[in-house]
């Protein structure tokens, strides 16, 4: 098992394009969340997914959008990039919540905006 | 509003010594919470949670709901624990601490 897998893994882009970044889950999983990590800073919670569907959004705005397909993986998009916007932006997958809910992380994809 | 304060961003601990971390956290319902740790150049992985209450690598972590604290321990510190770490609330959606970097001097 692989584990968390994201793509890409850098990204540069240009100030007010459009990115998406894309994320595989452990075997089993079914639970995508996402999560900024800005410069020293701790991750900070975007929002999850769970049967296709938003199930939880933390406090971003409406410029940052996902998906998640019936393959259980997940897509984050970010529009009209604002240099702000730079950080590491990691996916973790998990089971629905629970006790034992545990989530396992991927590498991240390091977006930068210029 | 839920909130996770790591009051220290750098902690230097001889090896032997023990270590401590700090956690203190801001919840108004039944807390949950964890150690996460990311070690140099690997992913975020899970340390221990509260409510397993077991000992991972020697570190243990104690809720206190008075203090609202969960202070992560360890009693000899090794040079392998040398480490990222961060203090999380809520499985849901975690919640953060700014992480504090423990650096073991050998």
């Known amino acids: 098992d692989a584990g968390v897998t994201q793509s890409p893994t850098h990204l540069i882009k240009t100030r007010g394009q459009q990115v998406t970044l894309r994320c595989s889950p452990k075997s089993g999983h079914d639970t995508v969340s996402w999560y900024q990590q800005a410069l020293g800073q701790g991750p900070q919670f975007i929002f999850q997914y769970y049967e296709e569907e938003e199930r939880q959004r933390g406090n971003f705005p409406d410029r940052f959008s996902g998906h998640q397909f019936p393959n259980y993986s997940s897509e984050l998009n970010v529009n009209a990039l604002l240099l702000g916007d730079s950080a590491l932006y990691l996916c973790?997958?998990?089971?629905?919540?629970?006790?034992?809910?545990?989530?396992?992380f991927g590498q991240g994809t390091r977006l930068t905006v210029v | 509003a839920q909130r996770v304060t790591q009051p220290e961003k750098l902690l230097s601990v001889f090896k032997g010594a023990p270590v401590e971390l700090k956690c203190n956290y801001s919840?108004?319902?039944?807390?949950?919470l964890f150690w996460y740790v990311q070690y140099s150049r690997q992913r975020l992985q899970l340390l221990l949670r509260?409510?397993s209450r077991e000992s991972i690598k020697g570190f243990t972590a104690d809720l206190n709901k008075g203090e609202t604290s969960f202070h992560l321990k360890k009693p000899f510190a090794q040079e392998e624990d040398s480490a990222m770490y961060y203090c999380?609330?809520?499985?849901?959606?975690?919640?953060f601490g700014t992480g504090t970097r423990l650096t073991i001097i050998p």
């Open positions: 999380a609330l809520n499985p849901e959606k975690l919640t």
């Open positions: 919840y108004s319902g039944s807390p949950e």
């Open positions: 509260h409510i």
């Open positions: 973790a997958s998990s089971l629905p919540s629970g006790l034992f809910t545990e989530a396992f």
